[in-house]
């Protein structure tokens, strides 16, 4: 019996919200793990165990994806694109405000941007730009 067969056995017993519940509480319990050992102070075995937890995540979607249960349907794809435009929203809008309040308090001799806010003003620029490579490829793509 080949390896997919018993895959698709094993994964027929439930339904497939079962799957996706258990796909996003592993994902999300792997942030949870790392902020909860940074704030005990251990982050360095935080990170791990999130980059652990998250692996784990990563071959299970990949084996559910595989299989022929259906996780993903119309909703959970409308609800993904709602949740990933308030996200970006948030930091997109929140970022703007507070990167441009930085350089002008900047400019104005008030305040002096440390490497560190400099170097996550650089990250959230790449990120917008990513946004906007991505946004302009997927609108002319046809």
């Given at each position: ?16 919200e ?20 940074t704030?005990?102070?251990?982050p ?19 084996v ?5 249960v ?42 002096e941007?440390?490497?560190r ?24 793509r046809?």
């Open positions: 019996m080949m390896v997919t067969e018993r895959i698709d056995r094993l994964m027929q017993r439930y339904r497939g079962s799957y996706g519940r258990l796909l996003v509480g592993i994902y999300l319990s792997a942030a949870v793990v790392w902020m909860a050992a704030a005990l102070g251990y360095r075995e935080g990170f791990l165990a999130f980059v652990a937890i998250f692996v784990l995540g990563l071959v299970a979607d990949f559910v994806r595989r299989s022929s259906t996780v993903y349907d119309e909703r959970y794809y409308e609800l993904e694109k709602r949740a990933s435009s308030t996200a970006f929203n948030i930091f997109g809008g929140g970022g703007f405000i507070v990167f441009i309040t930085l350089i002008a308090a900047e400019f104005a001799g008030v305040y941007m440390g490497e806010v400099e170097t996550l003003f650089l990250a959230w620029a790449a990120f917008v730009l990513t946004w906007g490579v991505a946004y302009t490829y997927h609108k002319y046809a």
